[in-house]
């Protein structure tokens, strides 16, 4: 899958949960979404991507990448 939409896709999800006044939650709340929906090859390339700097990812989906 193309990189530029896994980190849209995963952007996405974060600017959701974002809202949530508890950062704890929000960031329990994005890795729990992309562990219910995406599929294993996707989260094999989020992964991937935040390992060689992950720059374009929002702070909450990054710090939920790094629990995948």
Known sequence: MDKSNLIKMAND??????????????IQGVEQHIRNFWEPRMRKEIVEYLEKGGAELMDIVAEAVKKL
């Open 13 to 26: 999800i974060g600017s959701f949960f974002k809202s949530e006044p508890d950062r704890a939650l929000a």
